[in-house]
């Protein structure tokens, strides 16, 4: 038995256990959520806002996230790692966008990909799966391309525009995408689509329905002062756990309670001696 997580692992979730999917973006806050026994570890292009301070998602491109994957690739031992393809690496049509995704499992070594729906991702899907290239497919709100879709807001809540992202999720499912995260869409439309989709459905403000949940560690950690959206539930205050101890280490540095014997090296009495007679000289 192997003792990490497949994608056949991930299918096969759908009639459960919950799939548990987390962002990170950096070395050790991977170690940790591998060993927390996270499913699917995403190198998510929030990145861009989380820890570049870069306004969109769309200000990241390949660059940036192959050198973020990189790091999360030598901490992930047992999940399944997948990364978020950049908009200007999708965007540019078929050829290149098949080209960036290769080169993203390549310089990578991530297990699949991320594409947010936009014009022309099916084929972009149905080309990547083709080269077996495993593909989550998004959803509902999809940061991207959020100005299109009037802003951050929840998507589907009338008939017509929840038709649309079930036709849309259905195309990303016959496309070859193994799972689908849904983004701020209504509870309701996000169990019909778990219920008429055979690939688990994994949401983010999409409600309790879904075959999983995702997200951004740094939300559950309480270390992002940006928007933080209803959907998000906080588990730890780590923004004042952390300001705590750099007040701590600065005050001690300036009353000289720091460093201590206990952190500081000696030297052999003899060769100290020496070393002061020498300096004397
Ligand atoms: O970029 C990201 O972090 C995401 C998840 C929140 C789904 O796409």
Redesign the pocket.
Same mark, same amino acid.
């Given at each position: 038995m192997p003792n990490f997580i497949t994608v056949q692992d991930i299918i096969n979730r759908k009639n459960g256990p919950k799939i548990v999917?987390l /962002?990170a973006y950096d070395y050790p806050s991977a170690v940790l959520a591998d060993q927390a026994g996270i499913d699917v570890i995403?190198v998510? %292009?929030?990145?861009a806002n *989380?820890v570049l301070g870069l306004k969109s /998602?769309t200000d990241v491109g390949m660059p940036g996230m192959i050198h973020h994957a990189k790091a999360v690739r030598r901490a992930v031992k047992t999940a399944l790692m997948a990364v %978020?393809m950049p908009f200007d690496s999708v965007s540019a049509g078929i050829d290149e966008a098949l080209v960036h995704c290769q080169t993203m499992v390549k310089e990578t070594g991530c297990d699949a990909v991320?594409i947010?729906w936009c014009d022309g991702c099916l084929d972009i899907i149905r080309a990547v799966t083709a080269q077996n290239i495993p593909v989550i497919g998004?959803v509902g709100l999809t940061?991207q391309t959020a100005e299109q879709l009037g802003g951050f807001k929840v998507q589907g809540k009338d008939a017509l525009s929840a038709k649309r992202i079930i036709q849309q999720a259905v195309a990303m499912e016959l496309a070859g995408c193994f799972c689908l *995260?849904l983004?701020c869409i209504p509870s309701p439309l996000a169990k019909i689509l778990t219920s008429k989709l055979r690939i688990p459905t994994?949401g983010?403000g999409a409600g309790h329905d879904c075959d999983g949940q *995702?997200? *951004?560690m740094h939300d559950i950690l309480g270390m992002f002062s940006g928007f933080r959206p209803k959907f998000v539930k906080q588990y730890a205050n780590c923004s004042a756990v952390i300001s705590q101890a750099m007040t701590q280490f600065k005050n001690e540095v300036q009353s000289g309670h720091f460093p201590d014997e206990s952190n500081e090296y000696q030297m052999n009495d003899n060769e100290l001696k020496i070393l002061l007679k020498d300096a004397e000289n």
């Open positions: 999917m /962002t995403l998510g %292009d929030s990145l *989380v /998602t %978020d991320k947010e998004h940061p *995260v983004e994994i983010i *995702v997200l *951004v």
